[in-house]
């Protein structure tokens, strides 16, 4: 990712923004935040932590308690949403059920006062982009929950904003016509070179789509990196449990080695671990490691690193990889994912193994 | 299951299904029954169960509310009770020129229809029936009633003069009853002198001697009318009673008629008398009944009476109809009411009229009101929702009494404006007794029912519509106008049809309020059905303003479409 986060020259700046509905508790708590132009920016977090609030104050429905938004070097807080010139595509669609397929792609263009024919010629443009063209004369209750999404699309892109904010746009839709709209959301942004601000709380979603991903929990933003930086370096435990599936081992710092560190687990072992957010020996850390990273085949276990014991309760057939649970540390629920390879052997429950991992997958966090 | 049995059942499978897909006949469930016919007997049970739990409203309906109306409506076009009560007049007008004053026989017809209608005392009612239609026929009939008795007594005098015997009632009998009938009248008089006072067996209903008729065909009808009228009226016996002078009047037309060799050819009891009778009636001194008639009543010999029973005479008309919409039924065809009696079409304008403003003004009131109640969050919304029902719960007759305190002209509305000094102490506003007064009171009675359909309606709209629209760029008005307006549409109209038709047809707030100048048809039907008692015309005004409102309906229907009728 080469954009540069600097606030001179983003697009989209949150600078200090607080926001509060009842004048006791903070829902967006001192939000720093630079999106660059043309970049495609995930917000993705559980509900209530606040990203959906920050697209709102962003489109202009809910106002800032504090701090600044600007756009394109302009602050917008005292912009009426109508006139931020931001396109928007929202969870429900929000098709006007009572204009057809066409109107509805007018309506925008109409009250920006633009001609007939430019307007019909810019309403056959958006339509084609996604591949509904032959659906101008119908209305939204006609339509399927993907194509309403498609045509809400080519509403928001029509009058050419330069910032498109979506919200959950396919939370209502299923898995594979969710897959594919992502794809072509993607590559319709970058096509167009527009800046989009995606709010979700699928994570594969964030991971699939984006330039950057923002993880936000309680009001604040946990991490704000690449996909790939944030699924193999998460920054805190919230990160490390929310992206991906996640093992949690926890224990106390034991030994700090520089780069590497070893942390004695509650029951005694001893293993190796990135020291991500410890700083000194005694305290409490939870380590995380992802479980398509626990190796149980002694070849493939790196040389000198520490091994635990591990007992198979559970062996699940999935297809393409197998998925273990394991006691390990006391923990019931550790799991190992495996690759179905021809070398790979097949555990049976009860059967006691030795598990590791490369000391950088392993990350010590907070606790 | 072995490889070979499963590649036989998925073989069997797809075999099944190329069977199904080649046939074109009805599907057939898997007993070999058409599927439609299974499906229909699996629902039967269910069927009945639903209309076992609505039998009970059904039925009620049915009884108590379906029934009537149909009867009510059957009203505003059923008129039997001139057909029923003058039976032989409305045949004999049948071949009337309505040129001129009808002949004798439709006189004398009248004399006997009339005279067994007195007996029954029918007349009155007949009178007021026809009231309706010509002012001054009822005093006419009720005078006629007392003077019915003496038509025919000139020649009842000349045949008892003739002879004593017509005096008797045995005459009568034996010339006219059949004899089964009078030893059974025989019978029953003994056993009710046996029985003494306690006895109410009726008496045998009289019949006719066989060919009686053929001699004397109108003396056979009236004595008749006269036999059976005494019978069931007076509880009399006919043995007992001396004919009514119409009798006479009857016998003498008939034999006045009749050639001489017809009277000779009966052969009968009485037949000496009758054969004398004959030979006297053509020295009989005779009156002309239209004369009797018209020193009775002069009505008798007007030509109004006998246009209007002629008009009025089939059993069904369209008269009340006509009365309804200002035209009246007349011998030359439909006419216009004269101008100062027309009133029906200028109140169901008026009523349409100010209906549309109750209705238009409870939009723009409720509009705003349902717009903030579904906006609100559901707890202050609640409670502005039982502000908006609070007058549900009070008496209607209440809150139209209060609004007459508000409004009159000493009331507390014209009072402030005059402290408040807007208007002069001596030109307070006229607020009520008049249209003002029944737009304000009935826009506020039926405010409700236009705020609960909007609200309701408006509630299913999500906010993200308007935060679409705004985010494609339209201002507040924009979005509001084109987006959210529209959405409400449904329910503007749910409201509209509830509160137009509720007030087309309010009864109690224009009675209360509205004066001479602001009450409504259903005022007038209300007069018509507990005053003048012309519950003809209270039907067909009443069929009218069903249909009036059906029509709205439909138009309605046609143009917004009654699937966008929305109650919640």
């Known amino acids: ?367 | 299951m072995t490889d070979a049995s499963a590649g036989n059942a998925s073989q069997n499978a797809a075999t099944a299904r190329r069977e199904d897909a080649a046939r074109t006949g009805p599907m057939l469930a898997a007993d070999g029954r058409p599927l439609k016919a299974s499906l229909n007997r699996a629902l039967r049970r269910q069927k009945m169960r639903a209309l076992l739990l609505i039998a009970p409203l059904l039925i009620f309906i049915l009884v108590t509310f379906v029934a009537p109306i149909i009867d009510m409506l059957f009203r505003s076009v059923e008129n039997q009770i001139v057909s029923e009560t003058l039976p032989r007049t409305v045949v004999a007008l049948d071949d009337w020129d309505a040129q001129d004053l009808p002949s004798e026989d439709v006189y004398a017809a009248l004399a006997y229809d009339f005279n067994e209608a007195a007996e029954r005392r029918r007349h009155t009612r007949l009178g007021s029936r026809l009231n309706y239609e010509t002012t001054g026929l009822s005093s006419t009939f009720r005078r006629s009633g007392r003077g019915i008795e003496d038509v025919g007594e000139t020649y009842a005098e000349q045949f008892i003069d003739l002879d004593e015997a017509w005096e008797e009632p045995e005459t009568w009998t034996a010339l006219m009853a059949h004899p089964d009938w009078l030893s059974a009248q025989a019978e029953w008089a003994a056993e009710a002198e046996a029985a003494g006072r306690d006895f109410d067996e009726p008496e045998p209903a009289f019949r006719l001697a066989p060919g009686i008729a053929d001699v004397l065909p109108e003396t056979a009808d009236a004595y008749r009318s006269f036999a059976r009228t005494i019978q069931q009226e007076d509880e009399d016996s006919p043995t007992e009673e001396e004919p009514w002078n119409t009798v006479y009047l009857a016998l003498y037309r008939d034999l006045a008629a009749q050639p001489a060799s017809a009277v000779a050819a009966y052969f009968g009891p009485i037949a000496a008398e009758l054969a004398a009778a004959d030979a006297a009636v053509d020295g009989f001194e005779t009156v002309s009944l239209r004369e009797v008639f018209g020193e009775m009543d002069d009505a008798w010999a007007e030509m109004p009476m006998w246009e209007t029973i002629d008009a009025f005479s089939d059993p069904y008309t369209a008269g009340y109809f006509l009365a309804a919409i200002d035209l009246q039924l007349t011998p030359d065809g439909i006419e216009a009411q004269p101008e100062d009696q027309r009133i029906y079409i200028l109140l169901f304008q008026r009523t349409i009229f100010m209906s549309l403003v109750i209705t238009i003004s409870c939009v723009l009131l409720g509009y705003p009101i349902a717009y903030l109640l579904s906006n609100l969050p559901a707890r202050t919304s609640n409670l502005l929702l039982i502000l908006v029902l609070l007058p549900f719960w009070t008496s209607l007759l209440v809150r139209t009494s209060a609004w007459k305190v508000l409004l009159q002209q000493e009331g507390v509305i014209n009072d402030i404006l005059v402290w408040v000094g807007f208007i002069a102490d001596d030109a307070r506003l006229q607020l009520i007794n008049n249209q003002t007064g029944t737009i304000i009171a009935m826009t506020h009675i039926l405010l409700p029912f236009m705020i609960l359909p909007l609200f309701s309606v408006m509630k299913t709209i999500p906010p993200y519509y308007v935060r679409a629209a705004k985010s494609l760029g339209a201002t507040n008005w924009t979005a509001f106008w084109r987006v959210y307006f529209p959405q409400s549409i449904p329910g503007i109209g749910a409201g509209c049809i509830l509160v137009f038709i509720l007030s087309i047809g309010y009864y109690i707030t224009p009675e209360l309020v509205g004066g001479r100048t602001g009450t409504f048809i259903s005022n007038r039907i209300a007069f018509h059905i507990s005053e003048s008692l012309n519950w003809g015309l209270a039907a067909a005004l009443g069929s009218i303003l069903l249909a009036l409102v059906l029509v709205l309906y439909w138009i309605y229907d046609r143009m917004v479409g009654i699937d966008n009728v929305k109650l919640g």
């Not at chain 1, 939204?140 to 904003?161: K, M």
């Not at chain 1, 991906?244 to 106390?252: F, H, R």
């Open chain 1, 1 to 367: 990712m080469g954009l540069t986060s600097n606030a001179q020259d983003a697009f989209v700046t949150f600078d200090r923004v607080q926001k509060s509905y009842d004048g006791e508790t903070l829902v967006v708590k001192d939000l720093n935040l630079q999106i660059g132009k043309g970049e495609f920016l995930t917000m993705l977090g559980p509900s209530g932590s606040g990203k959906t609030t920050c697209l709102m104050m962003l489109a202009g429905f809910e106002t800032a308690t504090h701090g600044e938004i600007t756009l394109d070097g302009r602050p917008i807080n005292n912009i009426p949403p109508h006139k931020r010139g931001i396109g928007m595509v929202f969870q429900n669609y929000a098709l006007f059920p009572h204009m057809t397929v066409a109107e509805n792609l007018s309506f925008p263009l109409e009250v920006r006062k633009i001609g007939k024919s430019d307007r019909e010629a810019k309403i056959k443009r958006a339509l084609d982009m996604v591949q509904m063209g032959s659906f101008a004369g119908r209305r939204p209750s006609q339509l399927s929950g993907g194509q309403q999404q498609r045509i809400a699309l080519a509403r928001a892109l029509v009058f050419e904003p330069e910032l498109v904010l979506m919200d959950e746009p396919l939370g209502a839709l299923d898995k594979q016509l969710r897959e594919t709209l992502q794809f072509e959301i993607t590559n319709l942004a970058h096509e167009l070179g527009i800046t989009v601000v995606y709010v979700t709380h699928d994570q594969t979603e964030a991971l699939t789509m984006s330039d950057r991903v923002a993880v936000f929990d309680d009001g604040r933003i946990q991490q704000l990196d690449a996909p790939d930086t944030l699924y193999e370096e998460p920054k805190n435990s919230f990160v490390a449990q929310f992206i991906g599936e996640n093992n949690t081992l926890t224990g106390v710092v034991s030994k700090m080695k520089g780069a590497t560190c070893e942390v004695r687990l509650d029951d005694g072992e001893i293993i190796d671990a990135v020291p991500v957010n410890v700083s000194q020996v005694g305290e409490r850390t939870q380590v995380s490691i992802r479980p398509e990273r626990v190796e149980y085949n002694p070849e493939r276990l790196t040389e000198g690193a520490h091994t635990i014991h591990a007992e198979v309760l559970e062996f699940i057939y999935m297809g393409d990889i197998y998925r273990t649970r394991l006691r390990v540390a006391g923990h019931d629920t550790f799991v190992m994912k495996t690759r179905n390879a021809p070398d790979q052997r097949r555990l049976t429950p009860g059967e006691k193994i030795e598990i590791g991992w490369r000391p950088q997958d392993c990350r010590a966090l907070d606790a």
